[in-house]
Structure formats: C-alpha cells, structure tokens
C-alpha cells in the first residue's frame, strides 16, 4: 500500500526546538536552582545580547511585544488629541497601542508589492498633532525606514519601530529596533526569536529613553514603593530570558535555513508559470532590505485566495491569511469612522495574501508538496474551465 504523504504544517515549534533541547534544560535547570525568577542574571544579559544584535546601545525588556508599543507610546507621554500614523495592515497590537492611551491612529496605506507602509503617502497624513508614527517592519522585512525617519525627523516627530516579526533584519545594514527613537520586539512563539511563553523587548539609542521606558514597564516606581509615574507592571521574566539566549545563538543560522526556503519557494513556483500568467504574485525584497523571513506571503490574483486555501487545507497543506481584517475595518475601531477607499491596497492585500508554511525546519519535500497542491488547484481548474 502506498502510504498517504503526511501533512505540511504551517509551523512546527517542536520540530526547530528539537535540536536544543539539552541547552534548553541547562539553563532552565540553572534558572530553577537560582531562586531568581525575575530580574535574573539571564534578563540583563539577553538585554545586552540584543541591544548588540540589533546594534543599539540599549534593550530593556518587557513582557510582551504588545507591552512594548504600549511603553514606548507611555514613555513619550502620547494621550488624548494626539495623532499616531501606523498601517492598517498590521497586527492589532500596533493600533491598540494607541487608543488604549486615547490617541487617534491615523491609518497609512501600503506598497502592494511589500506590504509595508507607503512612505510616499506619510506625508500627507501628519499634521500638528502628529505626535508619533509607527512603521512595521512586517514579515521580516523592513518599511523603507530611511526615509520614514528622514521625514519624521524633519519635523521633529518620534519614530518608534515595530520589529515585532523582523528581529536580525537590516535597512541599508542597519539592523530594525535600531533607526528610530524605540524599537519594539516580540518573543511570541512564532516570532523568529520565540520564547516558550510571552516576552519582548524595547531597544534605544537614547539612553534616558532607554531608563523612562524601563521605569514605566517597573510601576513608574523608583526607588522602592515611590511612585514617579503611572507606569505598569511589564517584565520578561528569567526562564524566557534563559530560552531566548540559547535561541538567539542559533538564530543567524535559522535566518539562513528561512532565506534558503524562500528561495526554494521562488524557483519552484516561478517553474510552474503561475507567476507568469499573473495567477500568483510572489513576494518582493526591497534591494535595500535584509529580509529575514518570518513569513512567506504570495499573492492570489483573480478573487481565488480562499479556493486555494481551503484547496490546500483538503490536500493537508497548513496556510494561513495575515491579515484578513485590516484593522480599519475591526468591529472595536468602528468608531474611529475611517474610508476605507483611502486604503485601496491595504483593503486589496486583505483579500488576495496567503502565507505559506515556513520554518527552519521546513523539508524540500515538504516546500515540494505545498508547490504540488498549488498547481493541482490550478490544473483542477483548468480542466472544470475547458
Ligand atoms: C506579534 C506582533 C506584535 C505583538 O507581540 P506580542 O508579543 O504577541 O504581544 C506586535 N506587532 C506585530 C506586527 C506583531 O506581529
């Protein structure tokens, strides 16, 4: 009997964990047997570690990637009346960031080639009670965030990054986290630096910055039971802090395996004239971006996404749509009454993305079968068409 080929994931945490696992226990171990479940020595250290990653001279941790949006906004004392300029096309967490404080976001368009805030249409969005804007640097690839900074410094407005999916990516070499005034990450497992629970991290090259934003995520309290602020309780504790050190040792090479699965992906879907025809639109690298990958993000044309997803959940193959809701059109945003003609490509990404499995681990036989129930979704058709 020909045995049935197993099912592709979309993600297999277990399956990149697997080959760390000793490491993992030996720090784990040494966290238990330490006592010091917060403020461990592992925090200060990966605050250091990433800080020089992303080459910036500080990193206070925290204890989600959504805490640190919020802090940078809270350290920069962002309230009610302000403006803040994000995507629409993000994850939630870069939008509630800014009503949670009654701020008004200011909903930018993006490019439809990286889905990254359209930097030629920032402009026309600030105005005198713009107090902050947010890039996202999304799936692993940076915004166009020289330019972004270029006319946010101009007039003297704070960029605070969200590198919540681009940990290790680089604009022009420079690493994300690094440009603007706070850069924001998430250790969310399935972030390409995952913990094994929540965690995040604020980088900043301004050193008193760096010391508000540790001192709003410590109950704005300091010294001891002396509260400067109002700040709240946001901490990455020891054991994520241990995990994530063993993690970001094997990152460059985990980079490395999703920079070779996209390539995979490219040529194999690039044989199959889909991209010819127009059918599938494949995912574009800024020239001057170091992409890292967190995800792989192709283009249905022809109002066929969903077909082929459900095409490829029947054939077993994982997929998944970032982002189906932009967050303009969110039940929770109604109230902020935006058009969503001012946001034509952010409403069409929303329609046609589709992200394919990808993960270090991902087999070529694995990419081979995700290509084959794409084509046979295509094949299958074409035969219903003739
Ligand atoms: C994951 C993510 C966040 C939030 O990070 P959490 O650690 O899950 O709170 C924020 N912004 C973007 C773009 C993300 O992908």
């Known amino acids: 009997m020909v045995q049935a080929p197993k099912n592709v994931p979309l993600l297999d945490i277990n399956r990149d964990n697997q080959p760390h696992r000793e490491e993992f226990i030996e720090a784990l171990t040494e966290v238990v047997d ?52 994000v995507p629409s096309f993000t994850f939630f967490a870069s939008v509630s960031c800014i009503t949670r404080l009654g701020a008004v976001p200011i909903f930018v368009d993006i490019r439809p080639d ?31 965030i020289d330019r972004i900074c270029q006319i946010a410094t101009d007039r ?15 604009y022009h070499s420079r690493p994300a986290g690094s440009w603007g005034v706070v850069g924001c990450f998430s250790f969310y497992p399935t ?35 002396y509260h400067q602020v109002v700040g709240i309780n946001s901490r990455l504790d020891t054991f994520q802090a241990a995990v994530l050190r063993v993690k ?13 699965i996209s390539s995979r992906y490219e040529r194999l879907l690039s044989e199959h004239q ?6 599938l639109t494949l995912p574009y690298v800024d020239p001057n971006a170091f992409h890292v990958w967190n995800q792989y993000s192709i283009r249905v044309a022809d109002g066929r996404r969903d077909d082929l997803r459900a095409h490829l959940a029947e054939q077993g193959v994982g997929s998944e749509i970032y982002y189906p809701v932009p ?33 270090p681990g ?23 068409a003739a």
């Open 327 to 359: 967050m303009h059109r969110q039940e929770c945003f109604a109230d902020l009454n935006v058009d969503p003609d001012s946001l034509p490509e952010t409403e069409l990404a929303s329609q046609e993305i589709l992200n394919l499995p990808i993960f």
């Open 362 to 384: 991902l087999t070529e036989a694995e990419q081979l079968r995700v290509i084959d129930s794409i084509a046979s979704f295509y094949q299958q058709s074409a035969r219903v």
């Open 156 to 170: 003297d407005i704070p960029v605070i990054e969200d590198a919540a999916q681009a940990i290790g990516a680089a």
């Open 114 to 144: 990286t889905f990254n805030m359209d930097t030629d249409k920032l402009e026309g969005l600030i105005t005198d009670r713009t107090r902050a804007i947010i890039p996202v640097h999304l799936f692993g690839q940076c915004a166009e």
């Open 34 to 85: 330490s006592g010091r479940f917060l403020f461990g020595p592992d925090v200060s250290s990966l605050e250091q570690e990433v800080a020089n990653y992303s080459q910036v001279e500080n990193a206070v941790g925290c204890a989600s990637g959504s805490d640190a949006l919020l802090l940078a906004l809270m350290a920069l004392g962002i309230g009610p009346g302000d403006e803040v300029i």
């Open 191 to 225: 972030k390409n630096l995952g913990g094994m629970g929540d965690g995040g991290m604020l980088t900043s090259g301004d050193a008193g910055m760096a010391d508000r934003l540790r001192l709003f995520a410590g109950h704005g309290m300091r010294p001891r039971y």
């Open 248 to 260: 970001l040792k094997h990152l460059g090479e985990a980079v490395e395996k999703r920079t070779m």
């Open 274 to 279: 889909l991209v010819n025809e127009g059918q």
